[in-house]
């Protein structure tokens, strides 16, 4: 597969596994105190925060949401997109790599992008998800009518969508295997209609009609399927129009002739019967389309956010709250958890709150206080803009905003003294086995992985088990760590120092690491 080269590409790759670990800063509760532990609003740069998120959201994330600079060099209130084109490759080549590394099993990434870098940027994500990892490129209507300053003008914008991975050989990958179907539209329900025949409209309800034959041209030309069919208002027998033969094998066609599954026309005397697929036999979704044109527009979204707080909006083409509906409605389900690291306005936040999405998003300018904030204390309040009505959003919920602290390593290696036990046992087992930490770590034995029993002595977790507060490896503290875990499993323990030789830990299957010079970045 050919890859994407571009100045400095060597080191864009390096920053994505050089990305200091930053701690996150709680900063205020909003809303319900129980809801709010499970939403969060993240100000500071989302590269710090996505590592920063890893050890706890690592393969977590069902569906991700970006909106990153188009590259359009143009100069707006919020951002900078004005950036030459290697420098935002490697904006987005790090962030790219980060946000893999959250998404799950079967989740799936929608980046919105336009002409100017859509086609550099499905280059450099079929490099970091892979090309098999590609499931669509969707058309989004932006806006009504081409601009007046040029000949051709774009209307649409890309949103590229891609799975975490592929499994196997197989053709569909697992995050469209978990995708929902589109919600109906009304244009799609009008083609059901109740239509007159020789008896009256059939009881059974709205149907529309299906072409009952196929055709040698499509590949669907079968020479036993070609007989004939008797019409039941006409006693006459039917056939299929030259070159053309029934979809259906004999026995199945006379079944649902009479079951009166076909269409002859309102008096009986069509030549070909057209199949009846009644509205109630529908799927109760839709297959999405491509092409998105009744979602809305920039101008809605801007709309929206004017009438949210009463002036008109900063940003140059906020996204519509009906576009990231049907998103959200195809890759997740309520309860799931989505990520939008380019938060802007904060509408993915606030549609993911209305659908009882959990969410994170990262935004790094001060309008994340001054914009995304005051938004979503809106959506917790009811407010009835956008999806809300369409949901029947009410109000409730809540969410937390989160700063980037300091680094939780200096420039020489040592632990920072703000890092507690749980925040450092979350890294810690992250870095050993790829997973989130998703227990309690209120005990120095973190879990079991692979066959190891994995320890952390940090923080006075020990606090009566001297010396140096349980941070030390000595014989007690080991039988200790032996009773915590009695399985025959060799240990990984992790602590300031050990009292233990050599010959003692490879005789009791103990593999020992230091704090923090053994405690490195994944």
Known sequence: MPFLDWV?????????????????????????????????????????????????YAGRVKCIFIDPPYNTQS????????????QWLSMMYPRLVLLRELLAEDGSIWVSIDDNEAHYLKVLMDEVFGRGCFIADVAWKRRDGAPNDRKIGSTYDHILVYACRRVGAAKKTRAEEAFNLMQRTEKADSQYQLYEEPFGFDERGPFRKVDSTGNAKGGRYVESLVYPVVNPFTGKEVWPRKGRCWVYAREEMLAMVADRRFFWGKDGTAGTPMRKLFKTEAKPGMTAPTIWDDVGLNQHAARELEILFGEKASFETPKPEGLMKRIVEIASNPGDLLLDSFLGSGTTAAVAHKMGRRYIGIEMGQHARTHCVPRLEKVIAGEQGGISEVVGWQGGGGFSFHTLGEPAFDEHGRLNAAVKFPTLAAYVWHVETGAPGQQAFDSPFLGLHDGKAYFLLYNGILGDRRPAGGNVLTSALLAHLRALCPQPLPFVVYGETSRLGPARMAAE????????????MR
């Open 8 to 56: 400095n590409k060597n080191q864009a790759k390096d920053t994505a596994r050089e990305v200091p670990y930053h701690l996150l800063k709680h900063d205020t509760t909003h809303g319900d105190p129980a809801a709010a532990a499970g939403n969060l609003i993240i100000q500071g740069d989302n590269l710090l925060a996505l590592k920063a998120l890893l050890p706890f």
């Open 509 to 520: 299957g103990v593999h020992f690491k230091q704090i923090p010079y053994d405690v490195s």
């Open 75 to 86: 100069a707006f209130e919020h951002y900078d997109d004005r950036l030459e084109h290697s």
